[in-house]
């Protein structure tokens, strides 16, 4: 009789679960709003994380919003309402026009038990904006100049790193078969590590190094699960509450360590590297009350500086030494313009020099089109918001969704989209183009801050190797590229394997 009792009671439970997903599920019509039809429990978001990036989960859904021909449709993210934005002059709406209305991501953070999760990404409201104000000029073109010296040193590092790995014996190999993904990333993780820590992190010459190690971890081994990324998403202050983190114990406690020791050490010795962390350093002690940062501040805006920059400019790079393995004649190209400049700058790589380079610059820019690192944008509507010339209302709390992934590759805006085509980026097709059909960084007062860095860092590392190797494809590369299904940002599975030779210029441009 009991056990009865439990079978009709849980039967009873599941079933209004199942009554309530259902209702849930009928947001969208009930607003009124063209929307794509769910699935029972998961929503719109069918595979992802499983077979495919959300990211790429998020594309089919754009497609398939595209044909319902209206600026916006309704999707559900497991069981949360939420808008994909489809129409550019809507998209210009929420990252421009009306930004006031959508000035926050849905991004949870929780500044008192876990300090580097509040960083600019992340915060919200007030606190965003006065801090964006402080950190703006940290990232202009004559800083940038500051730091190029630093980076331009550590691309000279990576080269020689290649080139140590295609010898064997005194004797120089023809050719050499490496994985490219890996070691860009050695390379990215020692410039964000000393220009944001100020640390020598020696990933290059060692593989396993502690900075590597952790950067690795952060990003490979999310402390949050599902349910607790559902729950924080979704009710951030009972989260709070719960004293839920985003990030290890022991990566929070190596970073805000390494961070305070440096900075010590540069205060007692009046050391100074013209690099982002003396920037900070120069803010936390500033005068005017309204311009200084804290420590706290500083290690999550060096924190996400780190992840951001070492991770997405290294996958970029990686990919686009894939892109010229498979398309020869744009890495000659690329090369031949490379040698040009630096004999005009004697075989020094300056910041006029790479600014120089428009072809490279073209081939980064179409790398970003076809591979954005960050393939979609969130915004969180804060407040009702009527869309112009409409009747919808889009309700306080919803989160809006931009496929940047989706806009890169839709063959109204970008021609045969899976071409690699960097001509698309030439001055008189730049000219062209309609605005905010090509946003890898985002748009609008909340895009991304370090975009200037990310592309110098990934400029330098591939002029670095294009003018002391040549890069082709090899048995073990992947056409076309498959993406990681656990990773948040585009990462390609297997990594990137491609044949390595030493160029000599005399011969081979």
């Known amino acids: 009789m009991v056990f009865d009792i439990i079978i009709i009671v849980v039967l009873s439970f599941l079933f209004l679960i199942y009554l309530w997903f259902k209702y849930r599920f009928t947001y969208w019509k009930r607003k ?10 998961i929503g719109n978001l069918k595979d992802a994380g499983r077979t495919k990036t959300i990211g790429i989960r998020l594309y089919e859904l754009y497609k398939e919003g595209k044909e319902i021909n209206y600026p916006y449709v309704g999707i559900f993210a497991f ?29 949870y953070y929780n500044e008192n038990d876990d300090p580097l999760s509040a960083h600019l990404f992340s915060i919200e409201g007030v606190k965003w904006k ?31 790193t290649l080139e140590s790995m295609l010898w064997n014996e005194s004797i120089p190999s023809k050719k050499t078969l490496l994985e490219m993904k890996q070691l860009s990333a050695r390379y990215t993780t020692d410039v964000i590590g000393t220009c944001a820590f100020g640390i020598d992190c ?6 396993k190094a502690k900075f590597r190690m952790i950067g690795k971890k952060s990003l490979e081994k999310p402390r949050m699960t599902v349910p607790l990324r559902l ?51 120069s803010l936390k002690n500033s005068d005017n009350e309204d311009e200084r940062i804290t420590f706290e501040e500083i290690a999550a805006q060096a924190y996400i500086f780190f992840l951001a920059g070492y991770e997405t400019s290294s996958i970029t ?10 398309n020869e004649d744009i890495q000659c190209k690329a090369r031949s313009e490379i040698t040009r400049v630096l004999e005009k700058y004697h075989n020094i790589l300056t910041y006029d020099a790479v600014t120089e380079m428009i072809y490279v610059q073209q081939i980064i820019d179409e790398t970003l089109r076809k591979y954005p690192p960050a393939t979609t944008l969130q915004r969180k509507v804060a407040e009702d918001y009527k869309v ?28 045969d989209p899976e071409k690699f085509d960097p001509d698309r980026f030439s001055i008189e097709n730049n000219q062209k183009r309609i605005p905010l059909t090509y946003i890898p960084f985002g748009d609008g007062p909340r895009n991304c801050i370090g975009k200037r860095f990310g592309k110098l860092q990934t400029s330098i590392g591939l002029i670095s190797l294009l003018s002391r190797f040549k890069f082709t494809k090899s048995e073990k ?33």
């Open 79 to 107: 069981f949360t309402p939420s808008l994909l934005a489809i129409d550019i002059d809507f998209i210009k709406t929420i990252l421009i026009k009306d930004f006031q209305y959508f000035t926050d991501r849905n991004v």
């Open 477 to 509: 590369t992947i056409e076309p590229l498959k993406f990681s299904p656990k990773s948040f940002i585009l990462s390609p599975v297997g990594g990137v394997w491609l044949y390595v030779e030493k160029i000599y210029q005399s011969t081979e441009l």
């Open 202 to 207: 020696n990933s290059l010459k060692d593989p």
């Open 231 to 281: 729950l924080s998403s979704q009710f951030p202050n009972f989260a709070r509450k719960l004293h839920i983190k985003t990030e290890h114990d022991d990566v929070s406690e190596f970073f805000m360590g390494a961070l305070k020791e440096t900075i010590g050490f540069r205060e007692r010795n009046d050391v100074r590297r013209n690099d982002f962390l003396d920037i900070m350093i």
């Open 388 to 415: 112009n010339d409409t009747n919808d209302v889009i309700e306080k709390g919803r989160n809006i969704i931009i496929s940047i992934y989706g806009i890169h590759h839709d063959p109204q805006y970008y021609p």
């Open 317 to 326: 790079l990686s990919f686009c030494l894939y892109e010229l393995a498979l």
């Open 32 to 41: 009124r709003i063209p929307y794509i039809k769910p699935i029972v429990p």
């Open 130 to 160: 006065k801090l964006r104000t402080k950190m703006t000029p940290t990232f202009t073109s004559g800083k940038m100049k500051f730091m190029f010296p630093t980076i331009a040193t550590i691309g000279e590092r990576f080269g020689d």
